[in-house]
């Protein structure tokens, strides 16, 4: 049964497997609205899994879940593609902007997809990038930007559109020490204003250190870990 929180995350009873190995196993977990959630474990513990699993990317071998109380499962492929250009935001380790844009059309990107009229489309991301310290680079690309400004450019693409819940996989994996931990809390602080869900996956302790709560995924299951 969904908890019918607003904006809660339940994964109830899912399980995953790749051929043979199993990721998840009967697992269930409930991240409420507004939460800074950090997963942790080893390599191929299934931390990526269970992000995709969240975002609607991948489908579970069985059990449920639901976003919102919207089991994603019960949804066509046209209406996950909906739910996650709508209500969810995305950032990457290695950003994954589209070279061949220039920075405000990378963040225009999921307003554009949203139907959102261009001036208000235009003004909200000049709005988001000045607050993001990014004033006046709009018109350049990607290449012209270092690491660290190009994470800021693929945490504004993926708040831009006031989406409900925000995943992280090791978003500040590929930045060096001094820059990681300003990016992070500048992504931290960003989803707290807009009351977006925000869920990492992480190797690093310095990131969990940051979230109100910590899971790790251990043969198979989703367990609290202790402060």
Known sequence: MSTGTPGAIEL???????????VLSS??????????????????????????LMGGL?????????IDGTDLSALTEAQRAR???????????????????????NVELPLALNEVPRAALRERTRT????????????????DLSGGEQQRV??????????????ADEPTGNLDVET??????????TCLERRATLVVATHSNEVAALA???ISIRAGQIVDVAP
């Open 83 to 105: 739910h996650r250009r709508k209500d969810l935001g995305f950032v990457f380790q290695f950003f994954n902007l589209i070279p061949t844009l220039t920075v405000g059309e």
């Open 12 to 22: 109830a009873t899912v399980s995953k497997s790749y051929g043979p190995q199993p």
């Open 212 to 214: 109100q709560r910590v």
């Open 128 to 143: 988001l990038l000045a607050e993001l310290g990014l004033a006046g680079r709009d018109d350049a690309f990607p290449e």
């Open 27 to 52: 697992a269930s977990l409930t991240i409420e609205r507004g939460q800074f959630v950090a997963i942790i474990g080893r390599s191929g513990s299934g931390k990526s899994t269970l992000l995709r």
């Open 154 to 167: 693929a945490i504004a693409r993926a708040v831009v559109h006031e989406p409900k819940l925000v995943l």
């Open 58 to 66: 991948e489908a579970a071998d069985s059990g449920a879940v639901r």
């Open 180 to 189: 990681a931990g300003p990016i992070l809390e500048l992504l931290r602080r």
